[in-house]
């Protein structure tokens, strides 16, 4: 190992390398393998018909969540494509002695809700899941990314991944946040910034006391999306907050155990010196809510400002892109954000399904009524967070405001189970994906915090809670 | 994976940038347990249109396919590529691809061929005029060319990941024969690293 001061993400590279070879990628040790239902059936059937072994069942875990409905869970799965994918999961587990956590058990959730909440998810480790939201995990310090089916079947069978290197990125977000203006915020607004390709080939650290500030829960909304920046992965540096975060959860270490990992992980950080591939900056101050427009997550403004002019775009590729966007959602270039009426709220997904997005948007809900007409739903991101929701009384802050609330998977986020939007409906969504079609053939979604989608419940249009009336 | 050396054939323009991998395989086509038959679904949204490119029956049989910008954003499903190789695409041309889908391409043998901004506008337009353009990718030579518009480049191809598809090599059979590496690295792992066992 050398003594040049290195990143983060280069230091957790480096203590992964099982072997390195000119020329070749890195095989780099994977300490934490996440499985779900829809990208790993493959891998499994390929693993049997090669007659491999699973080599690590003890650092792989599994979970049912894309596709498991979120209400009615005491009957039988109605669509039956999905339920075989879900019974497919049950029975490879069972065969290769995985861990599983199935619709209907007390720690069922999110794929990457459940690996932090268990305390699975430490400092340091090298994490991969069949999903590009792997990214989450970084919130702790870990190195966690998206594979593919085929990558999993290497992971399976090796308990490694081969990986080149890639870049080194910062993103810096200096200063103190305005009131009302959260982890989603940033992050939207960001990616707005450097766009889409922004982070292509780079793991990117967040740095700068706007991002310290944040408890871990928003650290990872925040590395969460680093994905819809193209990025590998999102990092950042584990500090009191995290280690607060874990002390005490079921699989952090305990005892002696606990102060040798805590000695360890007060080294995990980006060494005085060292040179990031590319730096951005971002004053936290000017920050506002924000809210997507258009159908990819860079397409987005400030809740203040307008639907923006495709023509007035530089970029001709940018411009074409725009015009196809706002043809699909509808949208009049010049209408203000707060103009543009909602049919649906939708508070859930991996980005933001955590207690604190819960506790955020009930903050904002209580005591008011959504807007006539309003669809109104909350998926609580796992049974544990559920759980812990009721237990403060948020559930009935939700139903009395006229939310539905719901059991816990992706749901609305993907529309792989029966929360879907219909054609032309309109969505404001706390999840991290406004693609054409994805929360439903033909769907309209625009990415806002928790606070904004429960104000614009409220509000009927999009809005932040000041903008809402006093409760009296 | 079966060997992948060359590729030549008609090329099928999808003048659009930052297709994301929704758009590509929907996900109501991920509840399938199988690696094939994805080719039903590839951009099944879009090809409602009557007019979408992929129903113009002049593009038919096309081995290529030439995108804008930023090609297969979003997840991480491999589904994606097998969606694409099932349709009959061997090779995809972008001036960037995501990261995931990149690496998903070269794990199925589905060719991704990153050109300059330039070159990928040049191949779009001439593949949208003339549907009969030949177009070959040579993975060997690691070059994208269709001589009749003029155009002969270079690509990046790791030496690694080039000679897997050109062998056709499968990834588990190379690491499973540093087995050795493999274990001496766990017995060097901190004992307080978790494990999933019920705790
Ligand atoms: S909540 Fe959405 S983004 Fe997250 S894992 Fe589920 S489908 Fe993917």
Redesign the interface.
Known sequence: MTDQPRTLSDKVWDRHV??TAP???D?L?V??HLVHE??S??AF?SLRL?G?AL?R?????ATMD??VPTTGLDRPVA?P??A??MA?LARNCEEFGV?LHAMGQPGQGIVHIIGPE???T?PG?TIVC???H?STHGALGALA???????I??VL????V?Q?R?GTMAVSVEGELAAGVTAKDVILAVIGRIG??GG??SVVEYRGSAIRSLSVEGRMTVCNMS?EA?A?AGMVAPDETTFDYLEGR????KGA??E??LE?WRTLVTDEGAVFDKEVVLDAAALRPHVSWGT?PGQVVPIDDVVPDPERLPDP??R??AR?ALAYMDLIAGTPMRDVAVDTVFVGSCTNSRIEDLRAAATVLEGRRVAPGMRALVVPGSFRVKAQAETEGLDRIFTEAGFEWRGAGCSMC???NPDKLSAGERCASTSN?N????QG?GGRTHLVSPAVAAATAVAGHFATPADLEAVT | MEPRRIVTGTALPLDRSDVDTDQIIPAVWLKRVERTGFGAGLFAAWRDDPGFVLNQPHHRGAKILVAGTNFGTGSSREHAVWALEDYGFEAVVSPRFADIFRSNCTKVGLVPVQVDDLTGATLLQAVAADPTLVVTVDVAARTLSAPAVGIDVGFPLDDFTRHRLLEGLDDIDLTLGHADAIDAYERRRPSWLPTTAPA
Do not use: C
């Open positions: 099982v072997r020329g070749e990628p095989l040790y300490d934490l829809v990208t059936p493959q059937e090669a491999r080599r069942p003890d650092l792989t875990v894309h596709n669509d494509v999905s075989t994918q497919t861990r268990q305390g699975l430490q480790m069949g999903d590009s792997t990314f998206g594979i593919g089916t085929t990558e079947e290497h069978a090796t308990q490694t081969p080149s890639p889409t390709a292509v080939g994905i193209g590998r079921l699989h952090a270490p155990a606990w040798a990992a360890d990819n590729g940018q074409d892109a196809r993907l529309a792989m994906r693609f054409e079609g994805r053939k």
